[in-house]
């Protein structure tokens, strides 16, 4: 069983930065991918970035240039900086680890992220 607890969301000006961790506990489980999805009420949860555990990252278009993933495997903590944020970006985030030979999915409890414009 893994838990993830994340925090660093808020309310922001258009243009402004936030940085959103996440941090994994549980005991026996292999983390092979870290990611970042976002929420808009009445839309389907969309992936914004991952990472694996080479360090090698992925990032959706719309995110590129703008947002960095991050991870530090000795804490099994993962980040999200978030540059230049638009008030498009408003969204419930939530991060997901991927974890064992099955990839099973653990998510956490999500954090609101608001852009005024």
């Known amino acids: 069983q893994v838990q993830l607890v994340e925090s660093g969301g808020g309310l922001v000006q258009a243009g402004g930065s936030l940085r959103l961790s996440c941090g994994a506990s549980?005991?026996?489980?292999?983390?092979?991918?870290m990611g970042w999805y976002r929420q808009v009420a009445g839309k389907q949860r969309e992936l914004v970035a991952s990472i694996l555990s080479d360090g090698r990252t992925n990032y959706v278009d719309f995110v590129k240039g703008r947002f960095t993933i991050s991870r530090d495997n000795a804490k099994n903590t993962f980040y999200l900086q978030m540059n230049s944020l638009k008030p498009e970006d408003t969204a419930v985030y939530y991060c997901?680890?991927?974890?064992?030979?099955?990839?099973?999915?653990?998510w956490g409890q999500g954090t609101q992220v608001t852009v005024s414009s």
């Open positions: 549980g005991s026996g489980f292999s983390i092979n991918v």
């Open positions: 997901n680890v991927k974890v064992g030979m099955i990839y099973y999915n653990y």
